[in-house]
């Protein structure tokens, strides 16, 4: 835990971590906390995307124009996109299984981890959080469920990401001229390659949400546990804590 936000291990499936990266690469890592190597991996996600202009050829491909899709697509660069996409998708998968292995360990000789940091600037604290809410919240505006769980420096990356694909997709436009019933106006100020980021890139921020809310509940639990335990056990009852790997709660026993 620390001013810009609270890092914690816990139980991931590789594969639906390996899947969001599939959908976006560097979406996987992000979920797993590996923020550096996600960043990176998002931004030359963009980058050499809009260089190839995939999204445009995925949009041909998909209205059976597939003379328009080769045509638009750069081969100069089109081979730098295949390999670190695929690195993208195993290496999340690998660090996912690697992550649980150390979880594991971890909470079976029942480490230690801060749950308070102050300084001049913030304050964060473990505290219990509602994960619906922190889905609403991204689903309104991506970034405010980050905000929500106070992880700033994802809101931050988010948001201008957030504002970057606005922009230049023209959606806000686009809806505005839809609202107004003008359906050729709000069809033709879309930009496709920019406009099929967004769908995966907006259910990313609602299930990151969603799911570190319910991780960050079950640490406040333990934390909540584990005190009650350390300062107000009845001496000659030994009480267990529930095991965040199994999920099974041992019944207090007797010495």
């Known amino acids: 835990m620390s001013l810009l936000g609270t890092t914690q291990l816990h139980l991931r499936n590789p594969y639906a971590v390996a899947s969001w990266s599939m959908a976006f690469p560097g979406f996987g890592h992000l979920l797993l906390n590996k923020y550096l190597r996600g960043y990176a991996l998002v931004i030359w996600e963009m980058y050499i995307n809009q260089k190839i202009h995939l999204n445009t050829a995925m949009v041909h491909t998909f209205n059976g124009q597939f003379e328009a899709a080769r045509e638009v697509l750069d081969p100069k660069f089109m081979m730098m996109y295949i390999p670190v996409y695929l690195f993208s ?46 889905a609403i919240w991204s689903a309104s505006i991506p970034s405010l469920g980050q905000l929500y769980l106070h992880r700033i420096v994802l809101a931050v990356f988010i948001l201008i990401f957030t504002i970057v ?91």
């Open 165 to 255: 694909l606005m922009a230049n997709s023209q959606l806000l436009l686009g809806l505005h001229y839809l609202i107004l019933g003008d359906w050729e106006a709000s069809s033709r100020v879309l930009e496709v390659q920019w406009l099929l980021y967004i769908p995966s890139f907006y259910l990313f921020t609602i299930y990151d949400a969603y799911v570190n809310t319910v991780e960050n509940n079950k640490l406040f639990n333990e934390e909540l546990t584990s005190y009650l335990l350390r300062h107000f056990q009845p001496p000659g009852r030994v009480i267990t804590v529930e095991s965040r790997v199994d999920g099974c709660r041992s019944s207090p026993h007797s010495n």
């Open 89 to 134: 998708i195993w290496d999340s998968y690998r660090t996912a299984v690697d992550m649980n292995k150390v979880f594991i360990l971890a909470n079976r000789e029942n480490g230690r981890y801060s749950t308070f940091s102050m300084g001049a600037l913030e304050v964060n604290y473990l505290d219990k959080r509602k994960p619906w809410l922190a």
